[in-house]
């Protein structure tokens, strides 16, 4: 195990396409997938029927949310009763919010975490949870009609990046990252408790030397998100570990449960308006002209709009010179809203740092004359037939220089 790697959240993971049988729970009674030999080498050769505690997880693009239920699996040899046999091993699950959700054809993955549990990941065909899967663990989209393993989880391949650490995170692994270094400093900065992400931003920046957006657009953005995601994390820490050592009575179960709450939706949000903060310093030190949240049509509200909102209303001004972006961490299906957020722009652009999107969706966004953007660094996620489509920063903000130096 090396901390920092994938190895140091897995002994060993899993993949194969779920057939007609163990999808269809209708055509089969069985609710069983045939464990390989490969896989036996980290999930053990129990000499009677063992029970694993396991988490079940349903991706796909639509939901905002993945399905979670807390169940198990059951490793037995089918043929121990059977001893002129060599063993077959199989895993029985049971009917689940999960399993009902799978079909033929989806991906599957058996994770077996350090604590000795399982994690079982259903990700619908065709889905960015597949194309995301896949890379993070580093497994070839083949046929994969048995299981594919990997339990070498500590070379450079398997390094938990950004990248790495927001796929780990939507599987529900908590990825520890911590600059303690800067926790005082943080204390007396904010009062002892959680700035407004602006100020947030800025203070990540500050910890930061050497690094000019002019040089590389690229690099400085994922220098600063990365900083910033890890500072907060040091601040949220020792600010929950506070709040946890008062305790809830007996009597105050809402508020417990209200805490809970806004620390998941502080997580949610901050991260976006972090993205926005950074873009706004880039925009700036290129020279580029733009209105954060502009108002456009039917009260829509682009991130980005360039060179602001007073040339997108003057009917005078030529569209041609005209952009937008729209920002957004992740996507999911969420990414056609932009398309009505400026109708006098017909090519619109947006940012996130989602890995890995299926390529359904970005070949719809071609066809509706959406440009992705992300960072350099995360291009190689994606599919070499996308890649060559994709821009990065230094793409858009060329492209948006170009557009406002037109006569």
Not at 9 to 37: C, I, M, P, W
Not at 287 to 308: C, M, Q, V, W
Request: glycine share 6%; charged share 30%; hydrophobic share 35%.
């Amino acid at each position: 195990m090396k901390r920092g790697y994938l190895s140091e959240y897995f002994e060993g993971v899993a993949v194969k396409r779920l057939s007609a049988v163990e999808a269809d729970t209708t055509r089969s009674n069985q609710h069983e997938y045939q464990a390989t030999k490969d896989m036996l080498a980290f999930m053990g050769r129990p000499s009677e029927r063992s029970q694993l505690t396991a988490q079940f997880i349903y991706l796909d693009d639509q939901a905002d949310e993945p399905i979670i239920e807390d169940a198990f699996l059951t490793l037995y040899d089918s043929r121990k009763n059977q001893p002129h046999r060599s063993a077959e091993y199989r895993f029985y699950f049971p009917t689940s919010p999960v399993s009902k959700k799978a079909s033929e054809g989806d991906l599957l993955l058996i994770a077996r975490k350090r604590d000795g549990s399982l994690l079982v990941v259903i990700a619908a065909n065709g889905s960015s949870a597949v194309n995301q899967l896949e890379w993070l663990f580093g497994f070839e989209d083949g046929d994969l009609l048995k299981f594919s393993v990997r339990s070498d989880l500590d070379d450079e391949q398997h390094r938990v990046g950004f990248a790495a650490t927001v796929i780990l995170e939507s599987l529900g692994i908590e990825v520890e990252q911590r600059e303690e270094n800067h926790l005082e400093a943080m204390l007396s900065r904010f009062g002892g408790g959680f700035p407004k992400t602006v100020d947030f931003s800025a203070y990540a920046r500050e910890t930061l030397t050497g690094i000019d957006p002019r040089d590389d657009p690229d690099a400085a953005l994922m220098a600063w998100m990365e900083r910033e995601e890890i500072l907060f994390r040091t601040l949220e820490r020792h600010l929950i570990g506070q709040r946890l050592a008062q305790g809830f009575t007996g009597d105050q179960i809402e508020d417990f449960i209200q805490f809970s709450l806004s620390v998941q939706n502080r997580r949610k949000s901050r991260v976006g308006l972090a993205l926005e903060n950074h873009m706004e310093i880039v925009f700036s030190a290129l020279g580029i002209r733009y209105k954060r949240t502009a108002i456009t049509e039917n009260k829509s509200k682009p991130d980005f709009l360039f060179p602001g909102q007073k040339e997108y209303h003057d009917t005078g001004f030529d569209p041609l010179k005209l952009s937008m972006l729209a920002v957004k961490s992740t996507c999911k299906d969420r990414w056609r809203q932009v398309l009505a957020e400026a109708d006098r722009i017909d090519d619109k652009h947006l940012l996130t740092l989602e890995t890995a999107i299926s390529v359904n969706q970005t070949n719809e966004m071609q066809a509706k004359k959406l440009q992705l953007v992300l960072p350099r660094s995360l291009h190689d996620t994606y599919r070499a037939d996308q890649r060559d489509w994709l821009f990065n920063l230094r793409d858009f903000t060329g492209a948006v220089l170009e557009r406002q130096s037109r006569p």
